[in-house]
């Protein structure tokens, strides 16, 4: 990748020689002017002045000599000195450019830019509405592409084994439904703004998809665009993680059981709910802003069994999940059987970060197995009655 020039560098060739001319004149000329006067004034001898003269020239020419090597030496060293930095600079660029935890690459953009100016200067001034109408436009731009360089990275994200095969496949790796993007990038591009940043699809060379994000400061300088470093970021995970966070949510939200997620503090004043689902509000009557942020004790009563919650406690400090069932309040008051399951949530240090806890009104089913119990016990009770009376006096 170009590595731009740095402050410090020396200045360019033809001003140097400029320098090195004007003191050469400046010198000779004031040794001339003054040396002959002085020579005319303490040498009356025309034979000794003719050697003196030539005496003169020698030693002019030997002395100039000595400034321009000087001169040209010093600035050869400034020359070295300069080429070694930019070395090392580069050197050092490249290093960090290759192993970069993304992907960049390194393309020209002058050809496109160009294309752009030229429909500004015809007057085009919507260019989004532009592109639309002109497809090929677009198309073209994508192949005016230049790849310049590409990092270790970009051969990883794109499964290529060498720069070669990816320097020039814009319109290979580009989905159908990328040229969208590409036409927002063209639109930003001539329209001037300081970046573009957009989501889209590309293909690897191996065919498989990927999510990718793009990231691009466009420069206010049109001759920067031979050389633009384009960053690219595969998402295709976070993408995948995103749309099951998705799925989850949704099958969370219609779930027919309460799902209620709190804090981790099990001390006074307890975990906090920070999540409750629809099921929860149809079940107790409160909904998700009355609840957010209180205690899971708001469904406490004076029949909430207090042995239960305190085993309930003692499971989650050990880190075990938890089932069981006993009486809670709705929100107007009214008692109902809560049957429930209560697990911790750990994070990648196996350190616990939330309780999540499934819950189920079993009030029903509570008073029908109470009624079938009343009933054994009745019937066991007329059984033995009816032994009792059969039975010989």
């Known amino acids: 990748m170009n590595h731009q020039r740095s402050k410090g560098y020396p200045a360019d060739s033809r001003t140097v020689a400029v320098r090195i001319v004007l003191v050469y004149a400046i010198i ?77 690459w390194e393309v020209d953009l002058s050809a496109v830019k160009a294309d752009l100016d030229d429909l500004a200067a015809h007057g085009v001034r919507d260019f989004s509405l ?24 970009t051969l990883c994200i794109f499964t290529a084994n ?37 989501e889209l699809g590309l293909l690897t060379l191996g065919g498989e998809r990927k999510n990718i994000l793009v990231t ?34 949704s099958a969370v939200q219609q779930a027919g059981e309460s799902i209620t997620i709190t804090t981790a503090e099990l001390d006074p004043p307890g975990p906090q709910i ?11 009557g409160y909904t998700a802003e009355e609840v957010k942020g209180r205690t899971p004790r708001i469904l406490h009563g004076p029949k909430t069994d207090r042995a239960i919650l305190d085993r309930m406690r003692q499971a989650l400090y050990h880190r075990q999940t938890f089932h069981a069932e006993t009486v ?34 079993i009030t029903d089913r509570t008073r029908s197995e109470e009624e079938i119990r ?4 009745e019937l066991k009770h007329r059984i033995a009655e009816l032994e009792a009376s ?4």
């Open 162 to 198: 060498s720069k070669a095969l990816l320097l020039g496949v814009m319109d290979r790796i580009f989905m159908p439904e990328s040229i969208r993007s590409f036409r927002e990038m063209l639109v930003a591009i001539a329209e001037k703004r300081p970046q573009f940043e957009a």
């Open 216 to 249: 691009l400061t466009i420069p206010s300088d049109p001759e920067k665009f031979a050389t633009i470093p384009v960053c690219v970021t595969d998402i295709t995970e976070r993408k995948r993680t995103e749309e099951r966070l998705l799925l989850l949510e």
């Open 28 to 104: 000779g000329g004031l040794w001339i002017l003054f040396s002959d006067r002085l020579l005319s004034v303490l040498v009356t001898d025309p034979a000794l002045l003719t050697r003196l003269q030539t005496a003169k020239g020698w030693f002019y020419v030997g002395a100039t000599s000595l400034l321009l090597y000087f001169l040209i030496n010093r600035y050869l060293l400034e020359i070295s000195r300069a080429a070694m930095e930019r070395w090392k600079s580069e050197e050092k660029f490249q290093a960090l450019f290759h192993s970069a935890p993304v992907s960049i």
């Open 130 to 153: 532009y592109f639309e109408d002109q497809p090929d436009f677009v198309l073209n731009s994508l192949q005016k592409i230049r790849v310049i360089d590409i990092n270790e990275m």
């Open 328 to 361: 809670n309040y709705r929100k107007d008051g009214t008692e109902f059987t809560m049957e429930w399951y209560v697990a911790p949530i750990v994070n990648e240090k196996f350190q616990v970060t939330h309780f999540v806890a499934i819950q189920r009104d």
């Open 274 to 284: 920070i999540f409750v689902n629809p099921a929860f509000t149809r079940i107790t």
């Open 390 to 393: 059969a039975q010989p006096r």
């Open 374 to 377: 009343k009933l054994n016990e």
